[in-house]
T-cell receptor, first 113, second 114 residues
Framework: ETGVTQTPRHLVMGMTNKKSLKCEQH?????MYWYKQSAKKPLELMFV???????ENNSVPSRFSPECPNSSHLFLHLHTLQPEDSALYLC????????????FGPGTRLTVT | AQKITQTQPGMFVQEKEAVTLDCTYD???????LFWYKQPSSGEMIFLIY????DEQNATEGRYSLNFQKARKSANLVISASQLGDSAMYFC???????????WGAGTKLIIKP
């Protein structure tokens, strides 16, 4: 595997379900990011991790819970989501936080029913 | 407030023609960086080109060049000799060196016609 991978690519869940999104980067980067991409809206930064420490949390509802067990893996745990949470969730990594370009995964298309 | 504006929601261009995608930005920071990304229908964001605010030369990467006009606060992407595979969404983004966050534009959907 190369670059940034995300699983699953598609996810349909009910509002009472609990699920997790997984991201893995094979680039040796130290920073990882979660973004939300909704239709016709700019990308929204959700969380930033630098060397496994969360450094930014952009006022994201607590029903989204990130986890970064090491610098290569990032998870987004989801529970009791709302239909408006349906979106494309993109993971990215960069050499250092705020340094250089970010490399993105293919995203997880989430539908909340 | 920091902001990125992409005024063209969609564009149709004939194959092999050059295309310019507009991006204007607003910031009071002196040090910042500007990025362009391409997002095909598959969803993955692909980095295309970067311009630092102190770079005197316009950035170029293959068929991509960035027309950076600092006084006008614009950073337009120019794609030369467009190809069918260039059809995608294109996003302009700005990073403030004061807080390292990326601010994104709403994107431009580019369709290349054969």
């Amino acid at each position: 595997e190369t670059g940034v991978t995300q699983t699953p690519r598609h996810l349909v869940m009910g509002m009472t379900n609990k699920k997790s999104l997984k991201c893995e980067q094979h680039l040796g980067h130290n920073a990882m990011y979660w973004y939300k991409q909704s239709a016709k809206k700019p990308l929204e930064l959700m969380f930033v991790y630098s060397l496994e420490e969360r450094v930014e949390n952009n006022s994201v509802p607590s029903r989204f819970s990130p986890e970064c067990p090491n610098s290569s893996h990032l998870f987004l745990h989801l529970h009791t989501l709302q239909p408006e949470d349906s979106a494309l969730y993109l993971c990215a990594s960069s050499q250092e936080r705020g340094w250089g370009e970010q490399y993105f995964g293919p995203g997880t298309r989430l539908t909340v029913t | 407030a920091q902001k990125i504006t992409q005024t063209q929601p969609g564009m149709f261009v004939q194959e092999k023609e050059a295309v310019t995608l507009d991006c204007t930005y607003d910031t009071s920071d002196q040090s910042y960086g500007l990025f362009w990304y391409k997002q095909p229908s598959s969803g993955e964001m692909i980095f295309l080109i970067y311009q630092g605010s102190y770079d005197e030369q316009n950035a170029t990467e293959g068929r991509y060049s960035l027309n950076f006009q600092k006084a006008r606060k614009s950073a337009n992407l120019v794609i030369s000799a467009s190809q069918l595979g260039d059809s995608a969404m294109y996003f302009c983004a700005m990073r403030m060196d004061s807080n390292y966050q990326l601010i994104w534009g709403a994107g431009t959907k580019l369709i290349i016609k054969p």
